[in-house]
């Protein structure tokens, strides 16, 4: 089981920038599609963004396309979300989950990080 860690949430007003990091244990943790997903009070858990093991083939929600980027780099075992143009509809909590292959379906997904906070103020 690869074990997972967020980080890198905040605060930031309307227009702002963060950027999420997600760090995966284990050998084989490079091996795996890593993606984002988040979850704001009283909605159900939706898709933010995703990566293939090798990085050459991403995916975004509409939501965030063209203002999150996501990347990774395999050496440090770690997939990255830049968030740029922050704005208050982004606020949840947000969390990074692997698996076999890239895919945007939450149900999909068993292993998961326990989430970083990002609050965005207007």
């Known amino acids: 089981q690869v074990q997972l860690v967020e980080s890198g949430g905040g605060l930031v007003q309307a227009g702002g920038s963060l950027r999420l990091s997600c760090a995966a244990s284990?050998?084989?943790?490079?091996?795996?599609?890593m993606a984002w997903f988040r979850q704001a009070p009283g909605k159900e858990r939706e898709f933010v963004a995703v990566?293939?093991?090798?990085?050459?083939?991403?995916a975004y929600s509409d939501a965030v396309k063209g203002r999150f980027t996501i990347s990774r780099d395999n050496a440090k075992n770690t997939v990255y979300l830049q968030m740029n143009s922050l704005r208050p509809e982004d606020t949840a909590v947000y969390y990074c989950?692997?698996?076999?292959?890239?895919?945007?379906?939450?149900?999909?997904?068993?292993?998961w990080g326990q989430g970083t906070q990002v609050t965005v103020s207007s």
């Open positions: 990566i293939s093991w090798s990085g050459g083939q991403t």
């Open positions: 989950a692997t698996r076999n292959y890239v895919d945007s379906d939450p149900r999909q997904y068993n292993n």
């Open positions: 284990g050998r084989t943790a490079s091996r795996y599609a």
